[in-house]
């Protein structure tokens, strides 16, 4: 999942919508499934008999962003401004979001919200504007007060009648920069975005940290026109809002200049006024830009008749000009190169019962027009779920996004075939591709994106793809392993099979047993493999189904030991491969094909006692389990061998979440990441904090290395250094995101250890009642005799402090069980809980629980972790951190002597030390 780097806040018809869809123009902008979640405000909340939806569904709404890629995603909903509750809760969640704010004349923005309602329905809005105005006291009446008391509290009344209260500016401002800092607020005049919006948008990208880009949509999104206001009720309205605008300039700084008087009648007199007048200009525009084409098309055809050139047919009405002659200072036309074409294939929407229980219809309409290297291919469609709805189009390209669009664009003919289904209005989708920056070959997927995160594929696009998809006569095994499976199935012929992922192997396994169940996510693999069978007369039926990623959830459907053979191939291997074992019987056999990569090594330790063969060829890895007849027990858990598994109980019992805030720590985050894990803290949230190493790269490296833990990267660009406040958002997220229950702070170079039962069973066992847990130091030192061509610091780093230390008496750090509200202080000593310190009531030493710290590892290490420290206190003036100011100072005194020093005195100082390996 993503988190949004920027949210436009408002305000509601400000022009929000335009801003937004030229935004995502730029190529490092991501749209969002759709401009406006609303999540803050109204999905989140539990009122009105509506189900409330949590972060995970919110974060699943943002593009999955690739790595290494410089690329943001964001949304705007304007209603997130008057909202009073909506600041905090988008703080506690996103502390460090750019935040975007278009302010438009109040008046004209009350008139645009009026008409927008009337526009909607008479319904909504039956009276005239002037009662409208005069009637919002009574019609919102309580309703402010509701929302303010009652965070979970939705008001129809107020979303829809506050004509005037949205333009009181000032106070929603003051809001929300008492809780994010005024450095993350874009506020944008819309006047000036109306006028001008390609400065505008310039000074966002500026903003957002992207380079500049020409957007080239300037198309009004939601432009209304009506008739002008009655001069004496804007006049009214003006003096209403006069003292609030003028507070808003003195907090703000800002002069926003709105006229007091009709500036809503001026803008629509020029419309509406002298219409003859209007008309006769535009038929004498209309009239000479038509001589002007005529006399375009006569030199034109002089210039191909002079130079015997073939005409050539742009596809936009465009030609393309090249100076072959520059004496004569002609342009001439030059002819045309003929490009492979590009294609759009559509899948069938009646292959399977998949397709419809999820989709009531939907369409891939034909590529408007020809292609060259200067044009712009336009692909557009609709997409109606039936389930669920359709909230994006993303084409992808293996696990990469090529392209992701929201479905909310109005398609006139759905209305008329599906005239009985509410969401007509939101399932067009509109795609544009520069051709010049298409590869030359390419097979891209079109995929439906529904609201519950479900995908189905539902076409292609590519170029030069006249193949069809290659099948094999055996299936993509080493050698061993399809031996090994003849002898299996002469020996069970009516074996029960289970495949992941349909392809050569489906059809070999076909001729082999009558009970095979297989199972495929991309529709045009399943067609043919599915025709294919049906064409063979040596093959056997298969259960083949089509079904939407992640397809693991299918073992729910099976009773437990149902299967005498399950062979994992495909899409989401490990989530397949853990779904599978509950399904074979005793003595059944387990494959998993391509099982060399990193990331599977987890699957034998899910497996310890089972019996296991590894065959490898050049090419591939196959390996497979047999299912013990009668599994193997411990009763004691304390005995369990190294690094086995927690069980799902004692997942459920308690719930772990480091979180960190890292900066160039790249020699040990990797191997203090693990050392946790194997300590039981399997979830993650890590803030990297700008740093300039491979830290990013490390903590990448220990997710896939260890695939059964949850690691959350979050980049932090913002350089004060408030830790205190991105470390408590942190803990937040993990506790919505995962329910987690404990929350384990550390820094990068500290690991929990427990030397008597694992760390999740001590918590388990604490009285509810128990919320903060202290845990000592045990400082590890630099020796001068260690061996530096280990580059494991928990390794290499074998010598401790005699005494354990502490900074508050028994402890230092603490693990807190955590409670919303909750707020982690700068160096995490302690927590407070509604403004209070939090009591640490129990000690880890009583329960064999220490913190291992590996604070100086190398004079490079020490140098960085000085330079970085000094820096980032410097930078937040309003935190103090004497020891690391402290040093930075001596250091900019005296230099790298200074260094030297300081690292010689921590290689050759403590007599004391004794040796106590940690990592065995």
Known sequence: MTI????IIGAQKCGTTSLYNYMIEHPQILPAAKKELHFFNWVSKAGNKRKA???DWYLSQFPTIPREQNLITGEATPDYLVDPHTPQR????????KLIVLLRNPIDRAVSHYHHNRGISKKREPLPFKQAIEKEPERLNTEKEKLISDENYRSLFHRNYSYLERGIY???LEKWMSIFPREQFLILKSEDFYENPDIILKEVFEFLGLPNYQVTNKKKYNKLSYQPMDPKISSTIAQYFQPYNQRLEEYLGMKFNWEDSTHQEKVESTILEKPQKLYLSLELKLKQRK??????????????AKNNISPAIPVVGRPVINNHNQESKESVVSPRLELPKIFVEKYDQIIDEIYNELFWGYEIREIQGNTNNQDTINISGWALGKKCPVVAIEIVELSSIRKKVSVNQLCPDIAKRYPEKLQVKEIGFNIDFPVNKLPPKFHWLFQAVFADETRMPIGCIGRNNNKSLNIHKTPLLTQKAIEFLEKFFQQKPNAKVLEFGSGSSTIWLSKLTKNLISIEHDAKWFQQIKNYIQKQKNCYPVDIKLLPRPYHRICENYLQEYFDLI???????????????????PGGILMLDDAQRERYKQAQDLLRNWQFTKTVTKARHTYWWQKPFQETTFVDKTNQP????????EFKETVIAGVSMVKDEEDIIYYTLAGNYRQGVKKFVMLDHMSSDGTRDEIRRFADDYPEAMVYLIEDRGPLFHKFRKMSAAAEFAHRMWGT?????????EVIYSSDQPLPTILGQLEPTQLCLGLQHRNYLLRSFYDLSEVNPLKRMTYRKKEDTSSRGDYSKVIVRWRSGMEITQAHHFVKFKGKKLPVTILGKNHGLILRQYRYRSREQVKQKIINGGKAYEATPDMKGDFWQKKYIEYQEKGERFIDEFYTSETNGNSDAIYDPAWV
Do not use: H
């Open 4 to 7: 949004p780097n920027f949210i």
């Open 53 to 55: 939806e949590g972060v």
């Open 90 to 97: 988008m703080f506690d969640l996103l502390p460090d979001v």
């Open 170 to 172: 000032i106070e929603q």
């Open 291 to 304: 001589e002007y084409l005529d006399n375009y098309k006569k030199r034109l055809d002089n210039l191909i």
């Open 567 to 585: 062979i994992v191939d495909g899409r989401d291997r490990m989530k397949c491969f853990e779904a599978s074992i509950k399904l074979l019987k």
């Open 642 to 649: 190294p690094n086995q598994r927690p069980t799902s109980q």
């Open 741 to 749: 229950e404990w929350i384990f702070p550390f820094d990068a170079d």
